[in-house]
């Protein structure tokens, strides 16, 4: 069975839309790009259309790659203290003279849609209800409930310890009463891990799932996304392989993708 | 092996000591007690004797059962305001009609020195220093080290998903490299989850540790603490059993709870 994040993005873009109509104070984010990473730009552009087409007002503050940390601090207080804005976005990677830390910490936890400053965080691992869950995590947790995946009392294997997906996903499943193994580069046996989970959530940037799985009801999401060596968008399973043991399974392209940007649509329709 | 945290802390404390005594501002530990828990009342009482054998000045501000929360909150905010206070603790637990977590997200991180509030959660989530580590898990990280237990590409499996213990303690373990599976009240095959790890932690206030452990040099560490049908002060693991197998196990008592007090000395030596 293959989890359609294509389609239920969709789904829950209708309902964001929809929210978002019966507002009485319109949401506005604000994305802020420093330098001219590519990337990024794209991600930033594909962010404005989501928002636009949900009703969502943005802005997008282009700074140039020399800019100042402080001038950057500078604009994210003003900001904050915007009664129009609703939200705050920093698109990353910043440049190396730019402390990521510190300008992720600057902003309001009330605008923090990517939900990554330490307030949000602590939130989430304390156990409280953070403003913002983080964007790619949420769509997962989504992706799983659409398809009424028992998540309470399974064995989870996260792979990837990132700050934006494994150890915040790690965080969510647990809240949904799984056992989570968080595991990343200095993990033994890996596969003998993966293998015996029943969701695996690989988050790496690798071809790193490529096994047969024990149990037919396995739940199998890819969050990797890169390009192999003939330029192709892939993940990091082995989707032929491991689709044929496995229950359920993300496709890369049209899996978690789509469910990230749904999901911080979602976000960003929230006004505190 | 036993894990001697009595002989451990008592060498702690004497660095703490030391420490205290070359600070230009003595620190100022002030304990917030409320009610009259019997328990609670012992555990502010030994945390006051230490804080007094190293040189730490405390203060224990003790308020009626029948305290507003908005009293105690105003008082948590001038002691966060007071520039001669530098450490501030609520004992825990409070009576129901006070919002714990109000009160704990009350007090200044910087002051904070259980570890808290949820900017000290989120910077060891995210992976930053945060101003406190919370004290149990960090007395048991120092017990590991003490005996130079690798920590870094183990299998780690903690019982127990406390904000105090479980969690932060996975955090910690998972910012030392371990594998770490994190295992509560809905966790399936707890035994072998146990018996193949490297290290377990267990903090759960049951005898829930009782198996024989495969690995020769695994470690287990025992948080638990409650009396037997005996009224005998017991742990969360079957030592008789548990020590025949395992490289290297912690004594309850003399184990994780002296490490506590010395973690928690520790921490209300710092100034911030």
Same mark, same amino acid.
């Given at each position: 069975?293959? =989890?359609?994040?294509?389609?239920?993005?969709?789904?829950?873009?209708?309902?964001?839309?929809?929210? #978002?109509?019966?507002?009485?104070?319109?949401?506005?984010?604000?994305?802020?790009?420093?330098?001219?990473?590519?990337?990024?730009?794209?991600?930033?552009?594909?962010?404005?259309?989501?928002?636009?087409?949900?009703?969502?007002? $943005?802005?997008?503050?282009?700074?140039?790659?020399?800019? $100042?940390?402080?001038? =950057?601090?500078?604009?994210?207080?003003?900001?904050?203290?915007?009664?129009?804005?609703? &939200?705050?976005?920093?698109?990353?990677?910043?440049?190396?003279?730019?402390?990521?830390?510190?300008?992720?910490?600057?902003?309001?936890?009330?605008?923090?849609?990517?939900?990554?400053?330490?307030?949000?965080?602590?939130?989430?691992?304390?156990?409280?209800?953070?403003?913002?869950?983080?964007?790619?995590?949420? &769509?997962?947790?989504?992706? =799983?409930?659409?398809?009424?995946?028992?998540?309470?009392?399974?064995?989870? #294997?996260?792979?990837?310890?990132?700050?934006?997906? &494994?150890?915040? #996903?790690?965080?969510?499943?647990?809240?949904?009463?799984?056992?989570?193994?968080?595991?990343?580069?200095?993990?033994?046996?890996?596969?003998?891990?993966?293998?015996?989970?029943?969701?695996?959530?690989?988050?790496?940037?690798?071809?790193?799932?490529?096994?047969?799985?024990?149990?037919?009801?396995?739940?199998?999401?890819?969050? &990797?996304?890169?390009?192999?060596?003939?330029?192709?968008?892939?993940?990091?399973?082995?989707?032929? =392989?491991?689709?044929?043991?496995?229950?359920?399974?993300?496709?890369?392209?049209?899996?978690?993708?789509?469910?990230?940007?749904?999901?911080?649509?979602?976000?960003?329709?929230?006004?505190?």
């Amino acid at each position: 069975m293959i =989890l359609d994040g294509k389609a239920l993005s969709i789904k829950i873009l209708d309902k964001v839309k929809e929210r #978002v109509s019966n507002l009485e104070k319109q949401p506005h984010l604000v994305v802020i790009l420093v330098g001219n990473n590519s990337a990024s730009e794209i991600y930033v552009k594909n962010k404005q259309i989501a928002a636009e087409n949900v009703g969502i007002k $943005s802005t997008v503050l282009k700074l140039p790659e020399s800019v $100042s940390e402080e001038f =950057l601090l500078e604009k994210i207080k003003e900001y904050n203290e915007n009664p129009d804005v609703t &939200g705050i976005l920093v698109q990353l990677p910043l440049p190396a003279h730019i402390d990521k830390n510190k300008v992720v910490m600057t902003i309001s936890p009330k605008k923090d849609v990517d939900g990554f400053t330490p307030e949000n965080v602590g939130r989430l691992a304390i156990g409280l209800t953070p403003y913002f869950y983080p964007a790619t995590p949420q &769509g997962i947790i989504m992706l =799983l409930d659409e398809y009424n995946i028992p998540i309470e009392g399974s064995d989870a #294997v996260v792979i990837g310890r990132s700050n934006i997906v &494994g150890k915040p #996903v790690a965080q969510m499943l647990l809240q949904r009463n799984a056992t989570v193994t968080l595991c990343h580069s200095y993990t033994k046996d890996l596969e003998n891990k993966i293998k015996t989970a029943d969701i695996v959530i690989s988050a790496v940037g690798n071809k790193i799932v490529r096994c047969k799985m024990d149990k037919k009801n396995s739940v199998v999401v890819d969050v &990797g996304i890169f390009r192999d060596s003939n330029g192709r968008l892939t993940g990091d399973v082995d989707f032929d =392989l491991v689709s044929m043991s496995a229950g359920y399974i993300s496709p890369v392209p049209g899996g978690v993708g789509p469910m990230t940007i749904a999901s911080l649509m979602y976000n960003a329709s929230k006004v505190y």
